[in-house]
């Protein structure tokens, strides 16, 4: 397939039709214009130039156990400069996912302990290649059920046969798991017997009927026994609290997943409470966007499946509610070689949920030897190599707040440290959407049975910070 040179909008409306709708990215405020009028155009590669040459699988040891190539095969030396960032950087998510070379852009997504590396020789939109390595995780996730190093060297072959699917010539073409799953069966153990015994593959005998419609991410003659469709609402509050506990910054990221297995084709409605509380908001390509423009009611018609319907961000702070507060009271003594460590965590603005899954963790400083703590209920670890103190809390009962307390042995002979430590909490909270968003009503049309609804909401830290 040739690439066609990005000219104007009206233009790609008329490109290929396997393109269409098959890649919604994740994007920033600047780019999403572009993508409501048309979001596979920003896919298509400028003035015939390739998308991805490589991509490149790297483990947390440093070891590259899976390549593929697309164009040309680019030289595993490639990778030293993606390690070179990585001995630079204090974490793995702290390596910069762009990286220049001489010659190549590397970029990267870090999950599931492994780094997933495409390498480009020309200038590209950055957020569609890390979009389309999100994907390629996602479609791994879904084949194998989870994604590890180990399971995509036990299923290697169906791994290349998917990602051979996923770009063509180097850019994506079909990324919806109904039609990977049409084009490559999933792997099974029978299936995977039966292949060894005849030398067959798992590719499939013709192509997906869905594939050149005008809804490519849903197969037609779906038929169920139990129809049903259930929608979870996920959203994760970053937020940094000072010493006094006031809000530094804090913002939600959010998205709603489905699962949807409806009989035939369904056309679904899906109405908020308050819909101006989203911001930023990134689509499915089943979402008819005029009419959530003009109403702001979700109107598609869905794919077979898991798949996720939308996903938007909050950063107004004073939509922002903290869910739960630190008390802390943690002293180094100048002439002393003991500390006093001293934490209470307790909920606030959780709607009377209980916040449960409750791991509290601070990295200490340098000249703590040892740490002799007591906790009111959880258990707690301290590693005196790495100085990492963790703090299994579970669930918080607010008629009786946990609690950690006690010393801190310090070095003899070493200064006060400079600053106190950081306290990092992660937390999850059933049945609340912390940003206040409510589904409203969901209703389905075309079809005469009546399914089962569901919808669940669940909030969950993501880097939440106190400082002390």
């Known amino acids: 397939?040739?690439?066609?040179?990005?000219?104007?909008?009206?233009?790609?409306?008329?490109?290929?039709?396997?393109?269409?709708?098959?890649?919604?990215?994740?994007?920033?405020?600047?780019?999403?214009?572009?993508?409501?009028?048309?979001?596979?155009?920003?896919?298509?590669?400028?003035?015939?130039?390739?998308?991805?040459?490589?991509?490149?699988?790297?483990?947390?040891?440093?070891?590259?156990?899976?390549?593929?190539?697309?164009?040309?095969?680019?030289?595993?030396?490639?990778?030293?400069?993606?390690?070179?960032?990585?001995?630079?950087?204090?974490?793995?998510?702290?390596?910069?996912?762009?990286?220049?070379?001489?010659?190549?852009?590397?970029?990267?997504?870090?999950?599931?302990?492994?780094?997933?590396?495409?390498?480009?020789?020309?200038?590209?939109?950055?957020?569609?290649?890390?979009?389309?390595?999100?994907?390629?995780?996602?479609?791994?996730?879904?084949?194998?059920?989870?994604?590890?190093?180990?399971?995509i060297k036990d299923n290697v072959v169906v791994v290349y046969e998917v990602l051979e699917e996923m770009l063509d010539n180097g850019f994506p073409l079909a990324t919806e798991s109904n039609i990977l799953k049409e084009l490559i069966k999933p792997p099974t153990i029978?299936?995977?017997?039966?292949?060894?015994?005849?030398?067959?593959?798992?590719?499939?005998?013709?192509?997906?009927?869905?594939?050149?419609?005008?809804?490519?991410?849903?197969?037609?003659?779906?038929?169920?026994?139990?129809?049903?469709?259930?929608?979870?609402?996920i959203e994760e509050i970053d937020a940094i609290i000072d010493k006094s506990g006031s809000t530094i910054t804090a913002e939600i990221q959010g998205v709603i997943d489905a699962c949807v297995k409806l009989t035939g084709m369904p056309d679904l409605t899906l109405s908020f409470m308050n819909p101006r509380l989203l911001d930023d908001v990134s689509f499915h390509p089943c979402v008819r966007f005029k009419r959530w423009e003009s109403e702001r009611i979700l109107s598609f018609i869905p794919p077979d499946g898991n798949f996720r319907l939308l996903s938007y961000h909050v950063s107004a702070q004073n939509l922002v509610a903290i869910p739960v507060y630190v008390k802390h009271n943690i002293n180094f003594r100048d002439s002393s070689s003991l500390g006093r460590f001293e934490i209470t965590v307790g909920p606030k603005q959780t709607m009377g949920k209980t916040i449960e899954g409750v791991m509290v963790t601070s990295q200490m400083p340098k000249g703590v030897l040892n740490m002799s703590l007591t906790p009111s209920q959880g258990t707690h670890i301290f590693d005196p190599v790495t100085k990492l103190l963790t703090w299994d809390v579970g669930k918080i009962n607010p008629q009786k707040l946990p609690s950690l307390k006690g010393s801190m042995n310090l070095q003899a002979g070493t200064s006060k440290p400079d600053e106190n430590p950081t306290i990092n909490l992660q937390f999850k909270i059933q049945q609340l959407a912390i940003s206040g968003l409510k589904v409203n009503r969901l209703d389905m049309y075309g079809e005469k049975y009546k399914p089962f609804k569901g919808i669940k909401y669940m909030t969950k830290a993501g880097k939440f910070q106190v400082r002390t």
């Open 1 to 151: 397939m040739e690439a066609v040179p990005c000219r104007s909008v009206r233009h790609h409306q008329r490109a290929s039709p396997r393109l269409i709708g098959l890649c919604w990215p994740r994007v920033a405020p600047l780019e999403l214009s572009l993508l409501k009028l048309a979001p596979w155009v920003a896919f298509l590669p400028c003035d015939g130039a390739v998308m991805i040459h490589s991509l490149f699988l790297i483990n947390a040891s440093g070891d590259i156990f899976l390549e593929k190539h697309w164009k040309s095969v680019v030289s595993r030396s490639v990778c030293d400069y993606f390690f070179e960032a990585q001995e630079r950087a204090s974490e793995a998510e702290n390596v910069p996912p762009v990286i220049s070379t001489p010659h190549h852009y590397l970029l990267s997504v870090y999950r599931h302990k492994i780094f997933f590396v495409a390498v480009i020789q020309t200038e590209v939109p950055p957020l569609f290649v890390i979009e389309f390595l999100h994907r390629v995780v996602d479609t791994f996730q879904d084949y194998f059920g989870v994604c590890s190093e180990v399971m």
């Open 190 to 233: 029978l299936r995977t017997v039966v292949n060894t015994i005849t030398g067959s593959t798992n590719v499939g005998d013709q192509l997906p009927t869905g594939q050149l419609s005008v809804v490519p991410w849903r197969r037609t003659g779906v038929k169920y026994t139990n129809n049903e469709a259930y929608f979870d609402v």
